[in-house]
């Protein structure tokens, strides 16, 4: 952490993001849910997806008018145990929470229950949805596309969005098992976070589309956005170290996040139409599934942590003393941050004051000031 990187704390930082939001227009209870999704990222330090996209995802895109503060959730068609969803080009975040939240009833009442959502915008962490499942017993599974950023397979135009394919399973330990990343090496968020604080991006993750390395993370972002470099599916460029795993997985995630709801896809998700910046119209899908309606959650619960354990505590290759399990190191994270904050950049910092003095919401008065 840079010397000059701030920590915040959490009764600080949650109402002004919750007014800032509300300031924005969104409705009070959903700039809570706004505000929650947001900074669980900095609460399981993933920080490429908290305070730190605040502005330019969600400010900046509603103040352009490519996002609605107010979303209409519309069910557009109900079965049972599915539904399809417009979300109007809404908040995600309170799309995908009230999406999740009727995939669960679903599953209460019925075993298993899936939604599928049209027209919605960045979601923040997909794990958030996931561990929604996880607390009341449920598996949690996600995925939204997004704006392009791999290349598939032998090619150089980015063409699929990072598009993660998020599991979460209950267990019997203080936290569950969270499998939540992009089908990318990297992805767009980590990448933005290296340009703000002036480092590079490892070589290997982006290509150029002459088929060159680059390592630039202000060139990658400018060049992501004309389509002159796309990011490596997971696995990395070419066959041999599987990328094509990467670029199947996101290929799966891009058709059940478009064709289920008859949504957006592909260049579709560009968020630019006849050279004017339009909304991006992403596609999210969540399931929730019933554990006690199997073996029982009790049982699945045990089974799913006696795994975990026996995984870490196998034998470790040299110079390592530990093995982790997928939402291990966000748990670890929080227990680090829950009596500190969140950690803020200069960056960032500046851009929290800019967004405080344009809202009017001078009673906010931060650490680093």
Same mark, same amino acid.
């Given at each position: 952490?840079?010397?000059?990187?701030?920590?915040?704390?959490?009764?600080?930082?949650?109402?002004?993001?919750?007014?800032?939001?509300?300031?924005?227009?969104?409705?009070?209870?959903?700039?809570?849910?706004?505000? +929650?999704?947001?900074?669980?990222?900095?609460?399981?330090?993933?920080?490429?997806?908290?305070?730190?996209?605040?502005?330019?995802?969600?400010? +900046?895109?509603?103040?352009?008018?490519?996002?609605?503060?107010?979303?209409?959730?519309?069910?557009?068609?109900? @079965?049972?145990?599915?539904?399809?969803? +417009? &979300?109007?080009?809404?908040?995600?975040?309170?799309?995908?929470?009230?999406?999740?939240?009727?995939?669960?009833?679903?599953?209460?009442?019925?075993? *298993?229950?899936?939604?599928?959502?049209?027209?919605?915008?960045?979601?923040?962490?997909?794990?958030?949805?996931?561990?929604?499942?996880?607390?009341?017993?449920?598996? &949690?599974?996600?995925?939204?596309?997004?704006?392009?950023?791999?290349?598939?397979?032998?090619?150089?135009?980015? *063409?699929?969005?990072?598009?993660?394919?998020?599991?979460?399973?209950?267990?019997?330990? #203080?936290?569950?098992?969270?499998? +939540?990343?992009?089908?990318?090496?990297?992805?767009?968020?980590?990448?933005?976070?290296?340009?703000?604080?002036?480092?590079?991006?490892?070589?290997?993750?982006?290509?150029?589309?002459?088929?060159?390395?680059?390592?630039?993370?202000?060139?990658?972002?400018?060049?992501?956005?004309?389509?002159?470099?796309?990011?490596?599916?997971?696995?990395?460029?070419? #066959? #041999?170290?599987?990328?094509?795993?990467?670029?199947?997985?996101?290929?799966?995630?891009?058709?059940?996040?478009?064709?289920?709801?008859?949504?957006?896809?592909?260049?579709?998700?560009?968020?630019?139409?006849? &050279?004017?910046?339009?909304?991006?119209?992403?596609?999210?899908?969540?399931?929730?599934?019933?554990?006690?309606?199997?073996?029982?959650?009790?049982?699945?619960?045990?089974?799913?942590?006696? @795994?975990?354990?026996?995984?870490?505590?196998?034998?470790?290759?040299?110079?390592?003393?530990?093995?982790?399990?997928?939402? #291990?190191?966000?748990?670890?994270?929080?227990?680090?941050?829950?009596?500190? &904050?969140?950690?803020?950049?200069?960056?960032?910092?500046?851009?929290?004051?800019?967004?405080?003095?344009?809202?009017?919401?001078?009673?906010?008065?931060?650490?680093?000031?």
């Amino acid at each position: 952490m840079s010397s000059s990187t701030v920590i915040v704390p959490w009764d600080v930082i949650t109402p002004f993001i919750t007014d800032a939001f509300h300031a924005m227009g969104v409705p009070r209870d959903e700039a809570e849910i706004c505000a +929650d999704v947001l900074l669980e990222s900095d609460r399981r330090g993933i920080e490429s997806h908290g305070v730190n996209r605040f502005k330019p995802i969600y400010y +900046d895109r509603i103040k352009a008018g490519i996002q609605n503060a107010v979303t209409n959730f519309e069910v557009v068609k109900k @079965i049972h145990t599915t539904a399809v969803i +417009d &979300g109007h080009n809404g908040m995600g975040q309170v799309i995908g929470y009230k999406a999740m939240k009727m995939a669960i009833e679903m599953a209460k009442e019925y075993g *298993m229950g899936m939604t599928a959502v049209r027209n919605s915008t960045h979601y923040g962490i997909a794990g958030y949805y996931a561990t929604m499942a996880t607390e009341v017993g449920c598996i &949690g599974i996600t995925g939204t596309n997004a704006r392009p950023s791999i290349a598939p397979t032998f090619g150089v135009e980015n *063409m699929l969005g990072t598009n993660p394919l998020t599991i979460g399973l209950p267990t019997d330990e #203080e936290f569950p098992f969270v499998l +939540d990343c992009a089908t990318s090496v990297t992805q767009r968020g980590k990448i933005e976070h290296y340009q703000r604080l002036g480092l590079s991006t490892s070589p290997g993750q982006v290509i150029a589309s002459d088929g060159s390395t680059m390592t630039d993370s202000a060139a990658i972002l400018k060049a992501l956005t004309t389509g002159e470099a796309a990011l490596a599916p997971l696995g990395g460029v070419g #066959e #041999e170290m599987g990328g094509y795993k990467g670029y199947g997985y996101a290929t799966a995630v891009e058709i059940l996040c478009a064709a289920l709801a008859t949504g957006n896809y592909l260049k579709m998700l560009t968020g630019v139409r006849d &050279g004017k910046t339009v909304p991006y119209g992403l596609g999210h899908f969540f399931i929730a599934i019933d554990t006690e309606a199997f073996a029982g959650e009790e049982n699945f619960r045990k089974t799913a942590g006696n @795994i975990c354990r026996e995984l870490r505590a196998s034998k470790k290759a040299p110079g390592h003393d530990r093995i982790y399990t997928a939402g #291990e190191k966000e748990w670890l994270a929080w227990q680090e941050r829950k009596d500190s &904050g969140v950690p803020v950049n200069p960056a960032v910092q500046r851009e929290l004051i800019a967004v405080r003095d344009e809202l009017g919401l001078r009673r906010h008065v931060f650490p680093f000031e």
